[in-house]
Each structure stands twice: as C-alpha cells, then as structure tokens.
C-alpha cells in the first residue's frame, strides 16, 4: 500500500482478554517500530523489529507484550490478559533502515485500544 | 536533562501571527532529532530530521534550528495559518530508539 497501515483502528475489550494489533508497513521497508501512547503521555518506545529480528525489545512494558513480524512485513503486537493501564493509542512506524542516523519513520493512523 | 521535554505544552496563536515552540534533549550521545507534526485523526509527519549542530532547516513557512551542545532545538513557524493547528512533536534518535517529548500542541485561531 502507500502507507503503514494499520488495524483495527479502534479496538474496545474487556479486562483479561487478549488482544492483537496487526501493523502494514510500508513495502521495502526493513525496519518498523511499535509505539504507544497513553493519555497525557508522550510517544512511548515498546520494540523496534529489523526484517524478522527485534534487536530491542527494551520498551516492551511487561511479559504480557509481545510481537513478532513475519516475512520482513506483517507485525503483530500481541497483548495477553490486558489491564485498563493498556488504554492507549497504539501506533506503528516503518522507515527504510533500523539504527541509521536520520531514518524518517512514517507512521500509520493508530489503534485506539479501550479496556473496561 | 534525561528526557526529551518540549515547551509550551500548548500554545494559541492568531491567524497570521509567528511563533516558535522549544525541543530539549540530552547532549550526549546525540545522533539525530527529530520533528514531527500530528493533525487529529492523521498519522504523525515527519517534518525534519537534524544531524548536525547549528542545522537549519526549513519547509515553506516552517523551519528549525538544531544545537547538539546545550541539548535544544527551535520550530519556528511563520505567519501561522488555520492548516498548522497540530500537535509538533520532537524525538531524540540514538540509533535504534527514538525517545519522544509530549509534544507542543498549537491552535491558530483565523
């Protein structure tokens, strides 16, 4: 597609399941980000994926997080047993090369996760 | 300063009016800063990405500064228009992390 897409855009469950964010970055791009952002909060850093391979996954909350990338493209973010603390916009970013100064990230649209 | 801060929180600005808005970021270990600009429902936009201390760089009405040394970078925005009202987000690339202020949310008023 022409841009990082990503689904669903709005997403509302209930406490204790567990939900899944699928992320379509942008095609040739080797590297893609996973963010967050909570209410009042800035963008928070969860995993950074090259290809296949998440060489930082520092960001990741807790082990109820997860995500994984399948063929260079597709990612999932997985998220286990969620708490009302994961409400948040969840956002994906895609950029030519991972660890290089000055790689633009180009973010898709978000998705809204609400846990009542 | 440990993290990256960004001031005002928020700002209003008159049509017509300039104004500019503060990206602070630790200086050591400095690789690249980052602008962003976020319009409701919209996708956040990369504007600039600065490498170099005393880096200007600019997009029509739209520039920046850059100084690696004391840890700062200015937007500057000139002659706001409606259409700039967003959120202008700045981020701290140290390789593979970007680090994100909460961002600078601007409201022009025509």
């Known amino acids: 597609g022409a841009g990082v897409s990503q689904s669903p855009s709005n997403k509302v469950t209930e406490k204790g399941k567990d939900v899944e964010l699928r992320c379509d970055p942008i095609?040739?791009?080797?590297?893609l980000y996973w963010y967050r952002q909570s209410l009042g909060q800035g963008l928070e850093f969860l995993i950074y994926f090259q290809g296949n391979s998440a060489p930082d996954k520092s960001g990741l909350p807790s082990d109820r997080f997860s995500a994984e990338r399948t063929g260079g493209s597709v990612s999932t973010l997985t998220i286990q047993r969620t708490q009302q603390e994961d409400s948040a916009v969840y956002l994906c970013?895609?950029?030519w090369g991972g660890g290089t100064i000055g790689n633009i990230q180009y973010f898709g649209a978000g998705t809204r996760l609400s846990v009542l | 300063i440990l993290n990256v801060e960004q001031s005002p929180q928020s700002l209003h600005v008159q049509e017509g009016d300039s104004t500019n808005f503060t990206c602070s970021f630790p200086s050591s270990n400095f690789y690249a800063l980052h602008w962003y600009r976020w319009e409701t429902a919209k996708s956040p936009e990369a504007l600039f990405v600065m490498t170099l201390n005393g880096d200007e760089k600019k997009k029509g009405r739209i520039s920046a500064t850059l100084n690696t040394k004391e840890g700062y970078s200015y937007l500057y925005i000139k002659g706001s228009q409606p259409e700039d009202s967003a959120t202008y987000l700045c981020a701290r690339n140290t390789g593979n992390q970007f680090y994100f202020g909460t961002g600078t949310s601007l409201t022009v008023i025509p």
């Open positions: 970013a895609s950029s």
């Open positions: 095609s040739g791009h080797t590297a």
